[in-house]
């Protein structure tokens, strides 16, 4: 492990190479072809904690998160109904929201991302691309990229097996009758196109003024860069494959552009265990509201900022979850006490939606509220136990397995044999005697043992079986308190 925090590094990175600049632009930005996932997260607070690394070095820096919503709708994800056939060669930004709430269909996605971004404290400058191609503002970029194609299309043929045919254009215009793409250009001179429509119609407008003009991808990302200014931007793990989006538009911005382009990371995929199967290439994909479900917004962040973007990782759903957020609760301690690292302790701050608290909050950690939850004790927590609590309870919903769950008998019929009948009764009388601590009476349960005579594990074993009618569960000495050590006592109190 190095010492310094890897976003630090990055930012460290990112003045030296791009020298003193007053404002540092950090990119993010997905497609709309259907659900934003968990993937479209990395990239998003990567750049997040990039922006915040440069600002925590007293620079000044711009979070852009770019929606790129003016893409053509190319085939129906899986989940909207095939009735949107008729859309496709649409733009996303023009077609209907798929459950009529939210304007477009691009819209209800992008609403759906952004309220998620916003409860993990993610929240950068969104811009639409469908906004800003209809208000024309790249026009003087696109007349550049046409006077420019022919060296275009040779760093893109470099990479090609077919090369581009020579008619080709670095674009393609939306129809204002259909709003389809099925459009072929006639003539393009100066700011002027004339094109004709697959439907029929034909014409020639001015694309300073009619914003139906659009640089395909390859293009239309260098674009951006040099129309934003941005010094980095990250991208996913086919980032530096020769001849993708990347190293074109690396080359495309410099050449074309006269733009030296943003510094990258790569950034790893995430695997997803326990739960369902997450899969992106079957549109059954993992969104950020699932997560939030179940993990508090800082243990989310906790998870990514703890981990270099090209490390790959799991995501759990199953008791791992437990490890989770006991790793990220002994992290806190730490760095209350003052006992945490450099590393550590930039760890812990970016954990944060904000500045870090004054005070250590005052939390029950998981595993112990799986059993509160499960008492249905919730009210007996503080505040924040509680918030925490509503992640637990969704955990033990949807993703606990049976050996989590449980229930406190009412009427115990466990069968026991002559010494864990001695041993129920001994804990009856010890409960009956004394009010305890949870480390007080996690001792008697061994006195009990000794003095009975009993294997520590037969002792415990009775005891899950006469409580909860199961010969495993939560940690014992709480769940008696928990439970009300009037309520264990009158089940023991059952044995005859
Ligand atoms: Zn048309």
Redesign the pocket.
């Known amino acids: 492990m190095t010492k310094f925090f890897w976003a630090d590094q990055i930012a460290d990175r990112i003045i030296k190479e791009k020298g003193k600049k007053k404002v540092y632009v950090c990119a993010a930005g997905t497609g709309l072809s259907g659900i934003v996932h968990i993937g479209n997260f990395r990239d998003v607070i990567t750049t997040e904690l990039v922006a915040r690394a440069l600002e925590d070095k007293g620079k000044k820096a711009r979070f852009i998160y770019s929606w790129d919503d003016y893409d053509r709708f190319r085939k129906i994800p899986k989940g909207i109904s095939k009735e949107y056939k008729k859309y496709l060669g649409m733009s996303v930004s023009e077609i209907p929201s798929p459950l009529g709430k939210g304007k477009t269909y691009a819209r209800y996605f992008e609403k759906k991302f952004e309220d998620s971004l916003e409860k993990v404290g993610v929240e950068p400058e969104f811009i639409q691309q469908s906004v800003m191609y209809k208000k024309c503002k790249y026009a003087s970029l696109i007349k550049l990229a046409i006077e420019k194609r022919k060296e275009i299309m040779k760093i893109l043929n470099k990479y090609r097996k077919e090369p581009l045919d020579k008619n080709w254009m670095p674009l393609t215009v939306y129809?204002e009758?259909?709003k389809?793409d099925?459009?072929k250009i006639i003539n393009i001179k100066d700011y002027f196109i004339e094109y004709e429509?697959?439907?029929?119609?034909k014409n020639k407008i001015d694309y300073r003024k009619k914003g139906i003009v659009k640089l395909l991808w390859r293009i239309d990302w260098p674009m951006r860069w040099k129309y934003e200014d941005v010094d980095f931007e990250p991208g996913g793990a086919d980032l530096n494959a020769a001849g993708g989006s990347w190293m074109t538009g690396k080359e495309i911005v410099k050449k074309v552009f006269d733009y030296e382009g943003p510094l990258g990371q790569m950034y790893e995929w995430i695997k997803i265990k326990g739960g369902k199967a997450f899969s992106g290439s079957a549109g059954n994909v993992l969104t950020l509201d699932e997560l939030e479900e179940v993990y508090e917004p800082e243990v989310l962040r906790y998870i990514f900022v703890g981990t270099r973007p090209n490390k790959g990782f799991q995501i759990s759903f199953d008791n791992d979850i437990i490890k989770i957020y006991e790793d990220y609760d002994t992290l806190e301690r730490k760095y209350y006490k003052g006992k945490a690292n450099t590393q550590e302790k930039r760890i812990y701050e970016l954990s944060q939606l904000n500045k870090p608290l004054k005070k250590k909050p005052g939390k029950k950690g998981f595993r112990h509220l799986i059993t509160f939850v499960q008492l249905k004790k919730e009210k007996e927590l503080n505040r924040e136990s509680r918030k925490r609590a509503e992640k637990v309870a969704n955990w033990i919903k949807k993703y606990a397995k049976e050996d989590m769950k449980f229930q406190v008998k009412e009427k115990t019929s466990a069968k026991l044999n002559k010494k864990e009948k001695q041993a129920m009764n001994e804990l009856k009388k010890s409960l009956i005697a004394k009010n305890y601590t949870e480390e007080e009476l996690f001792n008697e349960f061994y006195n009990i043992c000794k003095k009975i005579k009993i294997k520590n594990t037969d002792f415990f074993d009775a005891t899950y079986r006469v409580i909860i009618g199961k010969n495993k569960g939560p940690r014992l000495a709480s769940l008696i308190l928990i439970a009300g050590k009037q309520n264990i006592i009158k089940l023991l109190g059952q044995i005859k």
């Open positions: 129809c009758k259909c389809k099925f459009t429509c697959k439907c029929g119609y």
